[in-house]
Structure formats: structure tokens, C-alpha cells
């Protein structure tokens, strides 16, 4: 990416929860990643620990109860994004493997903040970059080979979807 763009600095927590080859996502409702299946996960409240804003956000956006297998690294995103003054965005996402303890499959209350519309459960053959997030796309590599690599992942021409 160019260093002359303007960037805005994304961190959140990002769940996946895999169930025969099928990973569970939200259809997104705001962001850089409208109208795609994402993640579920998102940014730290005040004072929220990782671990603790991961279960909230899963929660909040799915309705299932976590608990928390694995931490499985932190990956990184580049992107364009016009929001506020910015062009582009830089995502940072904790991974973290995640299993069912309870709760069940809801669509989510509807608040300032809020940006999931419900979740699903999608196979890989179903995702593309035309349809999910490089969240989502990232998730089924770890998947495969068990990695999520080092490198920042930069998408020169992505389309928000409005």
C-alpha cells in the first residue's frame, strides 16, 4: 500500500467457530465490510480484556455462548475504506478458536453499534472475495494449513458494498 494514504488503525477480536467444514459468520451491517459475511467479533469496550470482548462480541452478534479453545494469532488487513477523513483502513484481528457452551443462533438486538443483521453457517465453496470479508477468507486458509501467516494482506481495489 501506498504511505502517502490516509489510514484509520481497525483492532478487534474475531471468533471461529467451525462445525463439519462450516464456519459460523454474520451477514455484516456496517464498516468497510457491508453487506458480506464476517467474523463475529469486533472492538474492546472500555476496561474489556480480550477474552472478555470476545465473548460479548460473539455473543451480541450470534447469540451462542463461547468458550475460548485457542489464541490463534494476530493477522492484519489493508484495504480502501473512505470513512471520515480516511481512505484507507489498516484491520488488525486477534483469531481466537472458539466452541459452543450454550445459547442459540438469534438475530441480534439492533443498537448504535451494532453490525450484524444474524448469523449463518457458510462452507468454503460458498465465500468469495465478492461476498466476505478478508476476515472470513483468512479464517478458511487457517482452516487448511493451520496458519495465518505473517504477512499484512493488502486488497488494492476492494468494493464496499452498499
Not at 51 to 72: C, D, Q, S, V, Y
Amino acid at each position: 500500500m501506498e504511505h502517502n494514504k490516509k489510514f484509520h488503525r481497525a483492532f478487534g477480536v474475531y471468533g471461529l467457530y467451525f462445525k463439519e467444514g462450516k464456519l459460523l459468520v454474520i451477514n455484516k451491517n456496517g464498516g468497510p465490510y457491508i453487506n458480506r459475511f464476517d467474523l463475529p467479533g469486533g472492538s474492546l469496550e472500555e476496561s474489556e480484556s480480550l477474552t472478555e470482548a470476545m465473548k460479548r462480541e460473539f455473543f451480541e452478534e450470534t447469540g451462542i455462548e463461547i468458550e475460548i479453545i485457542k489464541n490463534l494469532g494476530v493477522i492484519d488487513f489493508m484495504l480502501p475504506w473512505v470513512w471520515k477523513e480516511f481512505s484507507h483502513v489498516h484491520h488488525i484481528g486477534v483469531y481466537y478458536l472458539v466452541g459452543k457452551i450454550g445459547g442459540n443462533l438469534i438475530t441480534p438486538k439492533q443498537f448504535n453499534g451494532q453490525d450484524s443483521l444474524g448469523a449463518l453457517w457458510v462452507s468454503e465453496s460458498e465465500v468469495s472475495v465478492e461476498n466476505a470479508s478478508p476476515l472470513v477468507l483468512k479464517a478458511f486458509e487457517w482452516l487448511k494449513n493451520g496458519e495465518l501467516g505473517l504477512d499484512v494482506q493488502c486488497y488494492q481495489q476492494w468494493e464496499v458494498k452498499k
